[in-house]
């Protein structure tokens, strides 16, 4: 139990000085005409508790009415118990070749948004947010324990969203360390996840690799898709929808060293069940226990003395209208 405004008890005393006021005055003040109270009759002080009955019920009801005021309220404190203390923003490639089809029967982005929401599903204690890239980066989603909004922001991704051409994998790669490297979590955690090589944006991938290491954001990168070429549908304006075949340009190395850089590790995905393995793989490494400060919750109490405030005063003025009735 606790009182929200303490110091306004204090209106206590103004009541009871102006109650101990009223009771002299009315001592100094008798009525001129007293009826004879048989009900009381041989009950030693009745008739001075008959008088002063009005007077301590209002002075009663004053000091209910203040403490009241001061916001009584009901502290219940729970143990939040342990959470995993990671921050993990998740950084997905969604450049045009995203979309080749040698996850059969699922083509590259739908297997890697599948596995990323299991990831998510699983992590449910830990702040996540995601930045997509292709040409230029974007933020989808800030950090959040929010995993609902998450995976509603998940399933709208798509390739060529960003509507810029290319691989920015330096700049994705930087996009995600900004916003992360103010996080005051015990563990700052960057997945990047991509198919091919950086072949625009201003920043260079081990460079922005440097940046992370120096905010202390570990980075683990994955490289998908099967070695060698690959099919993608096109939608061409003078033939229609035709499959083309591109070529494998997955950087590994540039990947690799990435991932050396911060700390973190490198994993190739060929398959579905591969990603999916990978991801349980980064879910089992991170998984640092940090233990949450209490919930603690209030409840207010203060109707409760309002309430019987308000019988009081009822009470008063009905019985000084009825069976203590005093004529002047």
Known sequence: MRLENPYL???????????FFAWKIGEERRAALCFPLTSFKGIPGSRTAVRLTPLALKTLALLLMA???????K???QEAGVSSGVDILLVLDTSISMRALDFDPLDRMAAAKNAAAGFIRRRVSDRIGMVVFAGIPLLACPLTLDTGALLEFLEGVDSGMTQADGTAVGDGLASGVSHLKDSRAKSKVLILLTDGANNTGAVDPRTAARAAAAYGIKVYTIGTGRRGPALIPIDDPRFGRRVVQIPDELDEDSLIAVAAETGGRY????????????????????????????????TDLHTRPLILAA?????????SRTLLMRLP
Request: charged share 20%.
């Open 267 to 298: 994993f190739r995905a060929e398959t579905a069940k591969q990603l999916e393995a990978i991801y349980a793989e980064i879910d089992r490494l991170e998984k640092t226990e940090l233990r949450l400060p209490p919930i603690i919750s209030y």
């Open 75 to 77: 502290v219940l404190r």
């Open 67 to 73: 403490l009241g005021l001061a916001r009584p309220q």
């Open 9 to 19: 008890l204090l209106l206590a005393l103004p009541v009871l000085a102006a109650a």
């Open 311 to 319: 019988l009081l005063l009822a009470a008063g003025m009905l019985s």
